[in-house]
């Protein structure tokens, strides 16, 4: 996963035109013909609307009542964290759920099996969608004695923490519940690794959401709206599901109105932690950083800087330009902490210091860059 939260200077998401979703055909089919459209991808999938941009799409509307069923029927979901759910449950409850469904079968007198297997085959394939985002998966089959089995489903704690959000964004009575399960999501999804950097960002999230319940109610908020409104934009397309989530943590660390916050609540994260795991944590995100030098050829000032710093686990090595001639430029080295400080006061895209320049002979103000792409003085 890439939390590299020092990507600031690109503070508007980027957006692959090449991936640029497929247009998505019209799906004439009614009641139990809701085709599943196989190259949707989530964002679209969730928040389709049609042409009023108010209403969900047929589809939408399929998806958000199958993750719905979660959060709306709190019994049945904590028996099934343990056991899973079927197709022929989902089935159901989309019978008596979807609008859709209701409507095509108002009236009828054919016994729910039967129409349950008519539904079936599609929820199904809607099920292997959600499947691969990373919503959902298949925790145990049951076997049954003639050999066939059946598949048991679970949502994962991804899956969890979109479904929260959207009970957050459509039921503003469950807000205080969502919020809350989003949360421990979050926390059991980091905590099942033992990966550092992952017990790292929990933590963070820890203190951010220990903030908002002491002193700042809605700071936790943040990441949800961040995380809905990713979601929801059909131009924002990642591969991976996670990375909504590490997008909406990284635009709390650079908003305008968290950064400052964020930032402290993020160094006490970080002084929580053992002096070796501090250490572990500072040499990972010191490679993130001087990586944005590293891979574009830097000059041998630079590399130079770079090889006597290798072992400081808290020094980072960037580069400077003179503000006085915008030529003058050289590298500097800057503690990891005041770097991380005033990055989060900076309104700009570089850090300002004072500081000695080697052609100038003389203190003069300087703009700290980290990374090579220093625009001319004309762009700025
Ligand atoms: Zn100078």
Redesign the pocket.
């Given at each position: 996963m890439d939390y590299s939260y020092d990507q600031w200077a690109q503070l508007m998401p980027i957006y692959d035109q090449s991936k640029k979703r497929k247009k998505i055909q019209e799906d004439d089919a009614y009641g139990p013909k809701i085709r599943h459209p196989s190259h949707l991808c989530l964002n679209g999938a969730l928040f389709d609307k049609e042409k009023d941009k108010k209403t969900p799409t047929r589809y939408a509307q399929m998806y958000r009542d199958i993750l719905l069923r979660y959060p709306r029927s709190q019994f049945r979901s904590l028996e099934e964290e343990k056991v899973g759910f079927k197709v022929f449950q989902i089935s159901r409850w989309l019978l008596k759920h979807n609008p859709e469904y209701k409507e095509h079968y108002r009236g009828s007198t054919s016994h729910i099996k039967n129409k349950v297997s008519h539904v079936e085959n599609r929820v199904k394939r809607y099920l292997d969608n959600l499947e691969s985002w990373g919503l959902i998966g298949v925790q145990k089959r049951e076997v049954k004695p003639n050999g066939l089995s059946t598949p048991l489903y679970g949502f994962s704690p991804l899956g969890a923490i979109i479904i929260w959000a959207m009970e957050y964004r459509d039921n503003p009575s469950k807000r205080e519940t969502a919020k809350h399960q989003i949360y421990l999501w979050i926390q059991r999804m980091f905590h099942k690794s033992n990966s550092i950097m992952y017990e790292f960002i929990a933590k963070t999230y820890q203190k951010f959401m220990e903030y908002d319940k002491k002193h700042e109610p809605g700071f936790f908020d943040t990441i949800i709206t961040n995380l809905i409104r990713a979601i929801e934009d059909d131009k924002l397309q990642f591969n991976n599901a996670i990375q909504y989530l590490s997008h909406a943590f990284d635009l709390v660390l650079r908003g305008a109105k968290t950064r400052v916050k964020a930032h402290e609540l993020y160094r006490e994260a970080l002084d929580e932690f053992s002096e070796d795991d501090r250490k572990t944590i500072m040499y990972i995100e010191k490679d993130i950083i001087e990586n944005e030098f590293t891979v574009n050829q830097p000059p041998r000032s630079w590399t130079k800087a770079w090889v006597e710093n290798r072992m400081n686990h808290d020094k980072l090595v960037l580069y400077a330009v003179?503000e006085?001639?915008y030529s003058?430029r050289f590298p500097i080295v800057v503690n990891y902490y005041d770097y991380r400080k005033f990055k989060s006061l900076s309104p700009y895209r570089y850090l300002e210091a004072k500081t000695a320049?080697l052609?100038?002979h003389d203190n003069?103000q300087t703009r700290i860059y980290d990374s090579l792409d220093i625009p001319s003085q004309d762009s700025e």
């Open positions: 003179c006085k001639n003058h320049c052609e100038c003069v």
